[in-house]
């Protein structure tokens, strides 16, 4: 990944594999329940959730998708984003259920800068980092060539919807989630998208 991006804010920086115990947390944050269910649903055999997200991380940051703030000298916050596919397939041969909605709106999202997840601290949350990582996930995108940045959000993530909507981004195209063992009220997911001028 171009560093680019990371040029308008000296709190950012590419992501390590020293990161990973703070990221980890602020991964399973990005859609509470959601990504520990699909962690656990997509852990090899004799693989723990926790394996499995780590092992899913540690991939992102490889090949530098991963960008965090630093505050405090501990992570305060973190971004992985990346160019969507052009042509992702939502048909994949074994499956899991609860992605079929996310490659449905993939689909739609061909050929975007992919916003995959953003989260922060909550103890530094009001001190701009996320708006802070938007402008760094949009320049990365706009380095890349791309026309468009996209993102998925739960319908019930009212906050983060608004925040998205002051930013410049609309909704697209929905999918009714599956939830599987995921206990919550979300019934769609949403595709957000704003173009890169």
């Known amino acids: 990944m171009s560093e680019s991006g990371l040029d308008r804010d000296p709190r950012f920086r590419l992501a390590t594999d020293r990161d990973l115990p703070a ?22 055999n004799g693989e723990t959730a926790e394996e499995f997200g780590r092992r899913a991380q540690h991939a992102f940051i490889e090949v530098g998708q991963t960008i965090v703030a630093d505050a405090a000298d501990k992570i305060s916050a973190m971004l992985i984003s990346y160019p ?44 701009g980092l996320a ?29 983060a919807i608004r925040f998205y909507d002051r930013r410049g981004y609309a909704t697209t195209a929905t999918a009714p989630v599956v939830k599987k063992g995921w206990q ?7 595709l957000m998208e704003k173009p890169l001028g």
């Not at 909605?101 to 922060?120: D, R, V």
């Open 23 to 44: 990221i980890l947390p602020l991964a399973r944050s990005t859609v509470p329940g959601f990504v520990d269910e699909l962690w656990s649903r997509l852990a090899g």
């Open 184 to 190: 919550t009220t979300a019934k769609d997911l949403l």
């Open 131 to 159: 708006s802070g990582l938007m402008h760094v996930a949009e320049d990365l995108g706009r380095s890349a060539g791309k026309s468009r940045i996209s993102l998925l959000v739960i319908d019930t993530n009212l906050s």
């Open 84 to 127: 969507m596919a052009s042509s992702p397939n939502p048909h994949v041969p074994g499956m899991d259920d609860m992605l079929r909605p996310l490659m449905t709106l993939f689909q739609k999202a061909q050929g975007t800068w992919y916003l995959h997840g953003i989260a922060t601290v909550p103890d530094f949350e009001g001190q």
